[in-house]
């Protein structure tokens, strides 16, 4: 999808309550949470914040927030000095092959 614009983000972690978190670098998605699917603002952060996980698996969680980023026009890139936060190796491993790969560009 050519015409969406790069995003980059420095952070993605999991915080103490569980809910996955995706920090977002030059955007200000404050009303996000309008599109009633699940997914907030945390302006502290600068980050997308699921609610917390109950049924999903936070990869999935994940692969919705790249979803509807797509509909605001975005697509994450990693920075090269990205911190995971409280992420299993597995969810790192898939977070960083799904976007290397472009799967979801």
Not at 54 to 77: A, N
Request: proline share 3%.
């Amino acid at each position: 999808m050519s015409n969406l614009n790069s995003v980059v983000s420095p952070r993605i972690g999991i915080d103490e309550s569980g809910r996955l978190y995706v920090c977002l670098e030059g955007v200000k998605l404050s009303q996000i949470y309008r599109e009633g699917v699940g997914i907030y603002w945390d302006t502290d952060k600068s980050a997308i914040i699921s609610t917390i996980p109950l049924t999903w698996s936070y990869i999935e969680w994940f692969q919705h927030f790249v979803k509807i980023l797509e509909g605001f026009k975005y697509k994450i890139r990693l920075h090269p000095d990205i911190q995971f936060v409280n992420i299993s190796d597995e969810i790192e491993d898939f977070i960083r092959s799904e976007l290397n790969k472009g799967k979801f560009d």
